[in-house]
């Protein structure tokens, strides 16, 4: 059998979480039972897949929690934001988009705020009902389990907040979501946060990685495998990766290569994204020219 | 999103492989096509399913391979019992059942084995042919691209070799194709590897483990989540975990709750296994007593 790979400290690694589910883009027209109105349309809420129902799932097990919310530098960044933003968030109202375990709802509520819409289609959703109370912050945050394309939260809010970001950045992500609710529940110049996000690309490069995963192969316990090369270097750069790399692995500086406005963003600009960039070496490579003199 | 828990050394762990899975057991009945005889009878080939092929399919990843390679406990402790039977297998006629790259045949051709026959159903085959040619091997480890159900070798072996062992080493594991191998290809009075194979089971414990993710809850950010520690200690207690542990963890001396002899087991003692075991602490409890005297 295969061990899964068993890191230094002698246990190993958990599986990975699946990645995180699109909800699909909404539609734009009138929400089904309303008159004639003078207010702008917003979508139509798209329908609830089997993939959404698998997406929500995944999202009601307690590990997929426990993981992001022990990723300090994501989950401090949006405290630090909320705190930073008081002035905009204190006696205002507050919605979080995949609220989740509720932790960016609290922490508006500890910023002053006067309500928070706290969304999940998730049954995290009644892990969060529970949390808000053990706080006593019922008076506060509002829990509401189901789609943020399904709920009725019956006013417009100030603030919209939600961690959404799905691998790199966009694949798979909750934006779409959040765009829905800016366009349905957002007043006009209203606070989004976070407001923008960018992806950087960059060319990488890992000589203790291609070492034991490519080079391995040229002697296993005295049977030559180089045959094995050819498909172990297809596999090492084909496959996608999600990790934390450190500085030296970086041959250039990041290029940006998409850009989200999540004020003016639309569903439709998800679907696809192109970008041309150009990569610049940091390493100097010395060439060295000479002439051979034949007697 | 969420990283997938990076360790220590700043990379994340690699997906989990997927589970081994099983091959139906064979019913006992007369190849097709063949007419009355007065050997054994031996299973007629299982169907191959659907679960099989996607089986298949998964091992024919490079990284499957990889780990099961480097993990140095499971191929050089095959190697040392291939070369502690030399004797055996000298000048004899090995099958080599779920041979994946070859290792376990190159090890017994290099032990001096006449012929090899070594059986993969997933594609991983076509890199083991790559290999036996690297190796100079051709003219004695012969790859047979199928299932061992299905593939005709023409004559008996002397030896068995396999690495068939799944989760709690027979949860989907690849024993039936053993057995079935046996049945089949196997001469009266042959050798199989591993001959014998033994479960053991003891209560363990995990206190960091356990603070890490049941108390951690009592205070997230200042926030209070002492009500998810419930679901926390149900998935901990719940969920199936492949690791390695240290003896420090371990409460008692283990108990064998399963024995199997690859000789004589048929495949239907695989289809429940029931135990009844007993374990007694290793750790002593000191009681006091005594009594109160109120003046």
């Known amino acids: 059998m295969f061990t899964g790979g068993a890191d230094g400290n002698g246990h190993l690694p958990r599986p990975r979480r699946p990645r995180r589910g699109g909800h699909g883009g909404g539609g734009i027209g009138s929400p089904p039972g309303q008159g004639p109105s ?13 993939y959404d129902m698998a997406y929500f799932k995944a999202y009601s097990h307690i590990g997929v929690h426990e993981e992001m919310l022990k990723d300090h530098v994501r989950t401090s960044t949006y405290r630090n934001a909320i705190m930073h933003h008081q002035d905009l968030i204190s006696g205002k ?18 910023a002053g705020a006067t309500r928070v819409y706290a969304v999940d289609a998730s049954d995290i959703a009644i892990q969060a009902m529970e949390i808000v109370r053990e706080n ?7 829990v509401l389990h189901g789609r943020i394309e399904d709920v009725n939260i019956e006013e417009k809010v100030d603030v919209i907040v939600s961690e959404w970001m799905g691998y790199m950045l966009l694949y798979e992500s909750m934006l779409g979501s959040v765009i829905f609710a800016r366009d349905k529940w957002l007043k006009p110049g209203g606070l989004i946060l976070p407001s923008h996000a960018s992806l950087y690309m960059a060319p990488i490069t890992n000589s203790q990685r291609y070492h034991d995963s490519v080079y391995f192969w040229r002697d296993v316990y005295g049977i030559k495998m180089s045959s ?7 596999c090492a750069f084909m496959e996608p990766s999600v990790e934390t790399i450190s500085g030296e692995n970086v041959l250039t500086w990041p290029t940006v290569v998409s850009q989200v406005d999540c004020y003016t963003i639309q ?3 998800l679907e696809t994204i192109t970008a ?11 060439v060295i020219s000479g002439t051979s003199k034949n007697p």
């Open 228 to 234: 094995m090369m050819p498909l172990a270097k297809q």
């Open 93 to 110: 109202v507050v919605l979080d988009v995949g609220c989740g375990t509720g932790v960016l709802s609290i922490f508006c509520a500890f």
């Open 267 to 269: 569903a439709q600009e």
């Open 136 to 142: 006593e912050l019922s008076d506060k945050v509002v």
């Open 276 to 286: 041309t960039f150009k990569f610049t070496s940091m390493l100097q490579v010395l």
């Open 38 to 50: 003078t207010v702008q349309p917003y979508p139509a809420a798209p329908p609830c897949t089997d």
